[in-house]
């Protein structure tokens, strides 16, 4: 395991339902990322946190919510998703943000289809 | 023009075969290059990493950096049917903000 673990793995919902996706990481790490993974489309960076402060919000429609109460725990916030936000959403941590070799450990994802 | 292009495939060789899977980049200001292994059902992993022009080999896998030409590469020797999955490369610059190729699926057949 690569200690960073997603929860739920798979989640179908309505348009009109609310959810939340859960990540925790077990690296000690203090930056924490979502990334929205689509088929043969490059990984999409959507939000970034760095000591639990959000460094980058990568216009990213209001319906995505994050929250990290501290540096260990990661929450995407779901509500009114229109079938295209489909995929895979990725939690990632590393030692730091904004550093240019920073390396990234990625958790298993959870797999989001919109009906 | 994409900052990354990444052949997606798919590319499916024999067990043994030498693998070479490559992205061009248009930003000359990209320093670190990496490559992340993606299996099935799992997130990507850190595979290889570089800096620099020039040749990182560590087992099989040997990953090489071309700045004159925007271009890398990660090859595989001695392929495994293990060594199936989506590779994704990445690279970043001082901003710090990774940039991914849309990855390229591998299938090795024993």
């Known amino acids: 395991e690569t200690g960073v673990t997603q929860t739920p793995r798979h989640l179908v919902m309505g348009m009109t339902n609310k959810k939340s996706l859960k990540c925790e990481q077990h690296?000690?790490?203090?930056?924490m990322y979502w990334y929205k993974q689509s088929a043969k489309k490059p990984l999409e960076l959507m939000f970034v946190y760095n000591f639990k402060e959000q460094t980058e919000n990568n216009s990213v429609p209001s319906r995505f919510s994050p929250e990290c109460p501290n540096s260990s725990h990661l929450f995407l916030h779901l509500h009114t998703l229109q079938p295209e936000d489909s995929a895979l959403y990725l939690c990632?941590?590393?030692?730091?943000?904004?550093?240019?070799?920073?390396?990234?450990?990625f958790g298993s994802g959870t797999q989001l289809s919109v009906l | 023009q994409k900052e990354v292009e990444q052949d997606p495939g798919p590319l499916s060789v024999p067990e043994g075969a030498i693998v070479s899977l490559n992205c061009t980049y248009s930003?000359?200001?990209?320093?670190?290059f990496m490559w992340y292994r993606q299996y099935s059902r799992k997130g990507p992993e850190l595979l290889m990493y570089t800096y620099s022009s020039g040749n990182k080999e560590d087992g099989r896998f040997t990953a090489q950096v071309d700045k004159s030409s925007k271009y890398i590469s990660l090859f595989i020797r001695d392929s495994q049917p293990s060594d199936s999955a989506t590779y994704l490369c990445a690279m970043g610059n001082q901003g710090g903000k990774l940039i991914f190729g849309q990855g390229t699926e591998l299938s090795v057949k024993p």
């Open positions: 690296l000690g790490h203090n930056a």
């Open positions: 990632a941590s590393s030692q730091s943000a904004g550093q240019p070799n920073e390396k990234l450990f």
């Open positions: 930003n000359s200001a990209f320093q670190y």
